[in-house]
């Protein structure tokens, strides 16, 4: 397990410090950015705030030790993909960014699953 899930763990704090810093990165694909491409206040808050947990969750699979802390480590970033892939999935305004960001949640939540079974 440990290998992948160091490797997810990694790109989960990158993505997450990426969307902190710009959160167009996130809120373009979720249709939250305005007519002109811009984000908005709340939309910026609330990216940072999913930015933050994922890269608070994305460290730790990192660098938890082996057993039960990174297991807990990988547990929390698995359920907190697949809640992201219910709320946006049923929330996002535009039904075409509803689907692709929740099959984008729901695949990245059963990627760091499988990481829990591979060497």
């Known amino acids: 397990m440990p290998a992948l899930t160091r490797v997810l ?3 989960t704090a990158a993505y997450s410090a990426t969307i902190i810093a710009a959160p167009r990165v996130l809120a373009k694909p ?4 305005t007519r002109d491409g811009g984000v908005t206040a709340g939309v ?29 480590a990988l547990a929390a970033r698995v359920a907190s993909d697949a809640a992201d892939a219910v709320v946006f999935g049923t929330n996002l305004p535009d039904r075409a960014a509803r689907t692709k960001v929740a099959a984008f949640a729901a695949t990245w939540a059963a990627l760091c699953a499988a990481s829990a079974l591979a060497p």
């Open 9 to 11: 763990g990694a790109v």
């Open 30 to 33: 979720c249709g939250l950015t």
């Open 44 to 72: 910026r808050t609330l990216i940072a705030g999913i930015g933050a947990r994922d890269a608070a969750i994305g460290l730790a699979m990192l660098l938890a030790p082996e057993g039960k802390p990174l297991q807990v």
